[in-house]
């Protein structure tokens, strides 16, 4: 959905080890992100109204992890910045097909 999706090994890291920092986090393989950015009933937002600096937040199911990630991109170069296990409203507005209009 976005492009050739991809992550340098920094922030690669950053979201295989979420739960150092997040105790109960999911700890996530990006390949699941590339998942979920290609799932058909996935939920583009872009801009993400929450970015302040313009990122394009994807909420999307991956099979291999088994649920729906949030997935923030950097629309410049379609870098992965972070990603996370998906609850809330995003996981409402996925559960229920909504594209959001910034």
């Known amino acids: 959905m976005v492009g050739e999706l991809w992550w340098d090994d920094e922030d690669a890291r950053h979201i295989r080890y979420r739960s150092t ?3 109960g986090a999911a700890d996530l393989e990006p390949a699941w992100t590339l998942e979920a950015a290609e799932d058909p009933q996935c939920v583009v ?6 970015s302040r600096v313009g990122y394009t937040r994807i909420i999307g199911y991956s099979a291999s992890a088994g649920f729906v990630l949030t997935v923030i991109v950097d629309p410049e ?3 992965g910045v972070t ?8 996981l409402r507005d996925y559960l229920e097909g909504k594209e959001v209009q910034p």
């Open 21 to 23: 920092r997040y105790p």
């Open 45 to 50: 937002r872009d801009p993400d109204p929450k």
């Open 77 to 79: 170069d379609n870098s």
């Open 83 to 90: 990603a996370w296990k998906t609850r809330g409203a995003d």
